[in-house]
């Protein structure tokens, strides 16, 4: 004996209606047009057990069938499952009478669960159940296929009816996006086409989901949880996660992306990031503890060198942007070399502790000798929300330094690591070094006007991206420009046909700056573009000036930055 739900408690009285009185003309014409699954089979997995809700006709549920799955129609009206059935005699055992909300008489797990057409005829109060019914007939890593009308000209949107009489609610694609994401769907794939049957005014939606395991945490969840909700011994975990967020935004190209799903990240370049989070810390004139440890020089295992690193330096110096510089253009008294590299050296002892034990419930990030594994959709994640969560990881940061004991005994607060930390972000803007390469030309020119920059009062050094946005003096953002014009610019970034319109001009100013400083300029265009060498030829300053160009796009479209041209 068939199973069934009690359809009548959820059904609308007018839609069930509609479709009992005609079933059979209603079978006929979906059977006569293409399924749609012709259009989006690609986009899922081949085989396995799949279910139909809302099988309606069968046509789709045949489909399936010819085409290797092991597949089963549920479908609430018992006057279209009798049409199916007398329309499709073999597909008699597939289709079953079921409905949701609950879906009563499916028994899953699903590799594939397809909802085509049915949820504009639910009322709101169903909409959870339905999608939570749907999860829990969906086994973890299966696809649910949620297909929608985006535009149906016939629908009122006053009464949610249609012409036929049936309840018909048009919603936004992301109110369903919503629904399924709260539960542990992550979308995949999203779909536009038009109607099946030919009819004008209607556009369908086909949003594809993922169900993830129950344990499994999306990549900004983890990420969150690190921030949130790990143990912490030392600041470590917090420098890691800045680190990353930074790289993935500014350099992203210095990931290689592997065949296990993983990218690799050398650790000389999280090595230097910390070295510039961790030296104002050192600097400041107050002992800042970093780590639970009681004994407060065991805190950070790089403290010592670091700190006598950045006295050695000195004040007299300038602060870390001079330093560098100075290190980039290998300009550093040997000494002072020396110590940098038993300093990096203690810094990547201490990167391995949070690359191995950062995550709750599972680990998420490996290492393969010097390089760090991260998952490639946690570094997506990295790449596209970086800049975001950096402020917060700084503010958890200065909160988890505020709470040490030692360094509330000593009057260290939150704001004392804030003020330290912005402090050093600003002090970092260092142009000094492209300066002097302008300065002694004879005739510069601006580089967004063309304009002769008659006195070197006029002339500003531009971060092409703005520091703003990137806190990045590598050479190749740094550009002559009108000070008024600069002025202009500000905090903008240039529309890409001006960069288009003026990309002889960059190219001229990047030779310049490769003459004078070639092993820094090198080193900053390699990591920023991924590659190995860079051989200062025609080749290459195209090849930077594709990379440079993608950041911008990538820049302008993810912070939603202004575009600019000169008045």
Same mark, same amino acid.
Not at 82 to 94: D, F, G, M, V
Not at 170 to 179: H, N, S
Not at 497 to 504: E, F, G, H, V
Not at 540 to 554: G, H, I, K, T, Y
């Given at each position: ?5 009690? $359809? ?23 059977? +006569? ?93 169903? %909409? ?21 009308? !985006? ?18 609610? =048009? ?5 369903? %996006?919503? !629904? ?58 917090? +420098? ?21 799903? $993983? ?25 800042? !503890? ?66 191995? $034990? ?53 009057? /260290? ?20 070094? +492209? ?42 953002? =740094? ?28 190219? /001229? ?59």
């Amino acid at each position: 004996m068939e199973k069934t739900s009690d $359809y009548s408690q959820y059904a609308d009285e007018r839609t069930s209606r509609y479709y009992a009185s005609r079933a059979e003309a209603i079978v006929d014409a979906y059977s +006569a047009a293409e399924s749609p699954l012709e259009s989006i089979h690609s986009y899922l997995p081949s085989g396995g057990a799949c279910l139909d809700v809302g099988a309606g006709s069968g046509r789709d549920l045949l489909w399936l069938l010819k085409h290797g799955y092991r597949a089963v129609g549920a479908e609430p009206s018992a006057e279209l499952l009798a049409a199916a059935r007398k329309k499709y005699p073999q597909l008699r055992e597939q289709l079953v009478q079921a409905s949701l909300p609950d879906l009563a008489g499916v028994d899953g797990p699903f590799d594939i669960i397809l909802c085509n057409a049915v949820f504009q005829h639910l009322q709101d109060s169903l %909409l959870f159940d339905s999608i939570f019914s749907i999860r829990r007939l969906l086994r973890p890593g299966g696809s649910f296929v949620l297909s929608l009308p !985006l535009e149906y000209a016939d629908a009122d949107p006053a009464t949610h009816r249609d012409s036929k009489g049936r309840f018909f609610k =048009l919603r936004p694609p992301e109110e369903y %996006l919503y !629904l399924a994401e709260r539960i542990g769907f992550v979308l995949r794939h999203r779909l536009e086409s038009d109607d099946s049957l030919g009819r004008e005014g209607i556009v369908w939606v086909t949003l594809i989901f993922e169900r993830i395991s129950g344990e499994a945490r999306r990549p900004i969840e983890k990420i969150e949880s690190v921030i949130r909700e790990d143990r912490k011994t030392n600041t470590y975990k917090f +420098a890691l996660l800045r680190a990353l967020g930074e790289i993935a935004v500014t350099t992203p190209h210095a990931a290689r992306w592997q065949n296990d799903g $993983y990218v690799s990240l050398s650790l000389d370049y999280l090595a230097e990031k910390w070295l510039e989070y961790y030296w104002p810390i050192m600097a400041n004139p107050s002992f800042i !503890l970093q780590g639970a440890k009681s004994d407060q020089r065991a805190d950070i295992v790089f403290r010592d060198p670091l700190t006598e690193l950045v006295q050695c330096w000195g004040p007299q110096r300038g602060g870390l942007g001079t330093f560098k510089q100075a290190w980039l253009q290998g300009e550093l008294p040997s000494e002072l070399g020396s110590l940098l590299k038993i300093t990096l050296g203690k810094i990547k002892e201490g990167i391995k502790q949070p690359i191995r $034990y950062a995550g709750t419930e599972e680990k998420i990030f490996d290492r393969n000798g010097a390089d760090i594994l991260i998952d490639q959709s946690l570094w997506r994640e990295f790449s596209l929300m970086g800049r975001w969560f950096e402020d917060s990881i700084i503010l958890q940061w200065a909160q988890y330094s505020a709470d040490l004991k030692t360094n509330q005994q000593n009057g /260290i607060t939150a704001s004392t690591l804030l003020d330290t930390v912005f402090t050093a972000i600003e002090e970092r803007r260092e142009v000094s070094a +492209a300066r002097q390469v302008y300065d002694e030309l004879d005739a510069p020119r601006c580089v967004w006007t063309d304009r002769p920059l008659l006195a070197s009062r006029s002339m500003a050094v531009d971060h092409v991206i703005p520091f703003s946005l990137w806190h990045n003096n590598n050479l190749w953002n =740094l550009m002559p420009s009108d000070a008024k014009v600069n002025n202009q610019k500000r905090d903008k970034l240039p529309s890409r046909a001006l960069l288009s319109a003026r990309a002889p001009a960059l190219r /001229i100013n990047w030779e310049l700056l490769y003459d004078r400083y070639r092993s820094r300029f090198a080193l900053e265009a390699k990591r920023f573009m991924g590659t190995a060498e860079f051989s200062g030829g025609r080749n290459s300053f195209d090849e930077l000036f594709r990379a440079f160009s993608e950041a911008v796009e990538v820049t302008a479209l993810q912070r939603s930055v202004p575009r600019w041209e000169p008045k």
